[in-house]
């Protein structure tokens, strides 16, 4: 008997979210699939046609961005489901995956910039001790909103970032320079905290805050003082030729200079 769209879907989430992948992953595959599953629900899998993908792709007026990101989800979908001998081929690899037209370099904050917010961030100590650990350690704001004082080990001059906390599932030290060590002296606390709270600290100092704003701007002074992508890549979880996609020649060495030598 054919597996249907539907029950392919519903097995390949319940898979997915058995492995241990995280809930934001969850999330987008199942708005993705969810997509790609109207109207053809009660379909056979195996009549699925490469036809099929690109008329879906085409058919919603996405960003080639967004349809480069959706055809990958889908492949990987049907590539498990192949696995699985459910089809004898998966239909998405014939379709091609749309080019990115150039993009912006990553928005960063300057020297000045990082001082002024953490400047005001004096007065609320855990969101200091929070954003420190974001523009000095570089981590994503997902994990470190996770973060727990265990996870400053101190002793050894890491930062851990265990692997159910990391996006890529993959443990990670990260090196505490000496600034962050100064700002994590000041006291505070990592725990949970608010978004509103930190947003509220945030507009105190008066400073612009375009999305990953600190992880953008660790990476591209990291690369820059280190002048070491296999170091930076290391630390910051990513592949070295994101690095020298997005963060290459974004800052001088002076400058890199200046932001880690930020200090209360």
């Not at 997005?246 to 890199?256: C, D, I």
């Amino acid at each position: 008997m054919d597996v249907t769209v539907a029950d392919a879907v519903n097995r390949f989430l319940v898979a997915r979210a058995r492995a241990g992948r995280s809930d934001r992953y969850l999330r987008q595959l199942r708005v993705v699939l969810a997509e790609f599953a109207k109207g053809r629900s009660s379909v056979p899998l195996s009549s699925i046609t490469p036809a099929d993908v690109e008329r879906w792709m085409e058919g919603h007026g996405w960003a080639p961005k967004t349809r480069r990101s959706y055809l990958l989800d889908v492949r990987g979908w049907l590539s498990w489901c192949q696995r699985r001998a459910w089809i004898r081929s998966n239909p998405a690899v014939a379709v091609d995956v749309p080019c990115l037209p150039p993009s912006d370099p990553p928005a960063i904050h300057t020297p000045d910039h990082v001082q002024q917010v953490m400047a005001a961030a004096r007065s609320h100590p855990d969101v200091m001790r929070l954003l420190a650990v974001r523009y000095f350690a570089g981590l994503r704001s997902s994990e470190a909103e996770k973060l727990r004082e265990s996870h400053l080990l101190l002793d050894r001059g890491y930062v851990e970032v265990p692997a159910v906390l990391s996006k890529t599932r993959r443990r990670r030290l990260v090196a505490i320079p000496d600034n962050l060590r100064d700002w994590l002296a000041l006291g505070g606390t990592l725990r949970g905290i608010r978004p509103s709270t930190v947003r509220e600290v945030i507009r105190s100092s008066g400073v612009g805050w375009p999305q990953n704003v600190t992880r953008h701007s660790w990476c591209s002074y990291h690369l820059a003082l280190h002048e070491s992508p296999g170091k930076t890549a290391l630390e910051a979880g990513h592949s070295e030729a994101m690095l020298f996609g997005h963060y290459r020649e974004l800052v001088t060495r002076e400058s890199a200079r200046a932001y880690f030598a930020i200090r209360p």
